[in-house]
């Protein structure tokens, strides 16, 4: 298998179970602030963040595009037609964002590209999901968006504490330099 072959193909496995359960989910209301999808959604930031680490750019792009792919075909089986390409535009737009601005800040303290890329992109991803699913519908689309983006913020936060984790995991596992 090719260098990072089996970074690639975890992380496209991960994404597209991440998304597709986040846009099964966001149909179900838990109240007129938020769904059951803002809970698990920002976990595919963790994934792209993660991917762009370990993998670089380029094949964390490739993860981005192919999870986009997987994620889109299960999306339509489990969710409306509007939420899958909501999900689909939305998903491609923010996640190839969060690679780019995590790729000009990684020389940067380990904490400041996956905080700054997803919040950039977590507000570019909600405006679009929302905007496109739920306009028109009758439904609180607006105030799912704002409370949809506040867990975001909060869980691109606490996502902080998995990502230094799986950094100090993949330091431990490095061979010591002579």
Known sequence: ???GG?????????????VAASNYLVQFPLNDWLTWGAFTYPV????????NRKLGPGLARRVVYAGFAVAVVLSVWLADWRIAL???????AAQLLDVQIFDLLR??????PPVISSLVASAVDT??????AFYATGLPWVTWAL???GVKVLMALVMLL???????LAALRQPARS
């Open 1 to 3: 298998m090719k260098a």
């Open 44 to 51: 595919a930031f963790l994934i792209t963040d993660l991917s």
């Open 86 to 92: 909501a999900s689909g535009s939305a998903f491609l």
């Open 6 to 18: 089996k970074g690639v193909l975890a992380g496209v496995a991960a994404m597209a179970v991440i």
């Open 147 to 149: 409370g949809d983006f």
């Open 162 to 168: 998995p990502y230094g984790g799986a950094l100090w």
């Open 127 to 132: 405006t679009l999901f929302f905007s496109i």
């Open 107 to 112: 020389r940067r303290a380990w904490w400041l």
